[in-house]
C-alpha cells in the first residue's frame, strides 16, 4: 500500500475522505476496462486474453472530496504454474489490505468454479464487500435478478450495483456509493496523479498491450516486456528502448513477422500511446529476445510485483 502524501492537493483540508476499493474478480470479468472508466482514462492495459493484469494497478479518482483509489487485481482462477500462483496470491493480498472489495462478476456467464471459488474465500474477510455485476446490457432482466438472488443468499453484501464497464452504465451510482463509504483521510495522492505505475512501467504495459491485441491467439500470455532504456533528449523527446521477451525461438519469429512487419506495427501502436502518456514525443524502439524460462526467474517476478515465494 502507498504511503500517504499529507501535503496532497485536498488532503490538508478538513472533511475530506480517501480509501482503497479493490476489484477482485475471475479473469476478464471486466476489471481493468472498470477502473479506466471510473479513473476517466487509461490507467491498465485491456486486451481479451485472460490474465493480462499481472500485478496490482492502482488508479486514482476523485468524486466530491474523496479519492478513491482503485486497486485493479490480477483474475482469480485455479492456478497451475508458479507465475499463475503469484499472480492469484497478489490479488489476494491486494484485496485483503483495501477499504472495500468489490466483488465483480460477468452477469453473462453468470457463476462458474472461479466465481465459487471467490465467493466461499471472500466470506471469510472482514472488509465491507460490494457485488458489482457487470455487462448487465447483455442478458434479460429476469436471468440478472436470478442471479442475483443467486449471489447474495449464498453471500450478503453491503450493496449490489449493476453496471457496464464499457459503455459507464451504473457507474456514477457506484461512484456516489464509495465517496460516502470510504474512511475520513487526508488523501494519499496529489490531486492530478491518475496511477501509481512509474511511466517507464506504463510505457511496458502499453506495449504488451498492443502485442497480446496483434497476436492472442498465437502468443502465449507468458510473454513479457521490459522498458531498458528511458533517455531525455535535448529536444524534449524521449527515447525508449524495450526488450520483448519470449520462450522459444518460434515465438520470436511470431513477434517480428515477415520482413518485421509485426514488431513494426506492434510498435506503432504502442507509440502513439505512450505519446499521450508521457505527453513528449517518443522514439520507441523495440528488440525481441529468447528467455528460456523466464517464469521461474525472480529478477522478472522483481520486475513484476510479484513474490516468487511460491
Same mark, same amino acid.
Given at each position: 500500500m502507498a504511503p500517504r502524501d499529507e501535503t496532497a492537493g485536498a488532503a490538508a483540508g478538513e472533511g475530506t475522505r480517501a480509501g482503497f476499493a479493490a476489484l477482485l474478480g475471475a479473469p476478464n470479468a471486466g476489471k481493468s476496462t472498470l477502473v479506466n472508466q471510473l479513473v476517466g482514462t487509461k490507467v491498465s492495459i485491456v486486451t481479451h486474453k485472460v490474465q493480462t493484469t499481472r500485478a496490482l494497478v492502482r488508479g486514482i479518482a476523485i468524486r466530491d472530496r474523496t479519492q478513491i483509489v482503485f486497486v485493479d487485481t490480477p483474475g482469480v482462477f485455479e492456478p497451475r504454474r508458479r507465475l499463475d500462483r503469484a499472480m492469484v496470491k497478489t490479488a489476494w493480498s491486494g484485496a485483503r489490505d483495501a477499504d472495500i472489495v468489490l466483488a465483480i462478476v460477468d452477469a453473462e456467464r453468470g457463476l462458474g468454479p472461479d466465481v465459487d471459488t471467490i465467493l466461499t474465500r471472500l466470506a471469510d474477510m472482514r472488509q465491507p464487500r460490494v457485488l458489482l455485476l457487470n455487462k448487465v446490457d447483455r442478458i434479460k432482466r429476469d436471468t440478472l435478478l436470478g442471479l442475483t438472488k443467486e449471489i447474495t443468499e449464498r453471500l450478503p453484501f453491503e450493496r449490489v450495483f449493476m453496471i457496464s464497464a464499457l459503455t459507464g452504465s451504473g457507474c456514477d451510482d457506484l461512484m456516489d456509493y464509495l465517496a460516502g463509504a470510504l474512511p475520513e483521510n487526508p488523501w494519499y495522492y496529489p490531486e492530478?496523479?491518475?496511477?501509481? +505505475?512509474? $511511466? %517507464?512501467?506504463?510505457?511496458?504495459?502499453?506495449?504488451?498491450?498492443? +502485442?497480446? $491485441? %496483434?497476436?492472442?491467439?498465437?502468443?502465449?500470455?507468458?510473454?513479457?516486456?521490459?522498458?531498458?532504456?528511458?533517455?531525455?533528449r535535448p529536444d524534449g523527446s524521449v527515447r525508449i528502448?524495450?526488450?520483448?521477451?519470449?520462450?522459444?525461438?518460434?515465438q520470436k519469429a511470431i513477434v517480428l513477422g515477415h520482413k518485421g512487419a509485426t514488431i513494426k506495427a506492434i510498435g506503432q501502436a504502442a507509440r502513439q500511446e505512450i505519446i499521450e502518456a508521457a505527453e513528449t514525443n517518443v522514439h520507441l524502439f523495440l528488440f525481441v529476445k529468447v528467455r528460456d524460462n523466464w517464469g521461474d526467474d525472480p529478477e522478472r517476478y522483481r520486475e513484476m510485483g510479484l513474490d516468487f515465494s511460491r
Open positions: 492530478d496523479q491518475i496511477s501509481d +505505475l512509474p $511511466l %517507464r512501467q506504463l510505457a511496458a504495459e502499453i506495449t504488451r498491450e498492443k +502485442l497480446y $491485441l %496483434r497476436l492472442h491467439e498465437e502468443l502465449p500470455y507468458s510473454s513479457h516486456v521490459e522498458t531498458e532504456l528511458w533517455q531525455a528502448e524495450q526488450t520483448i521477451y519470449v520462450e522459444r525461438d518460434s
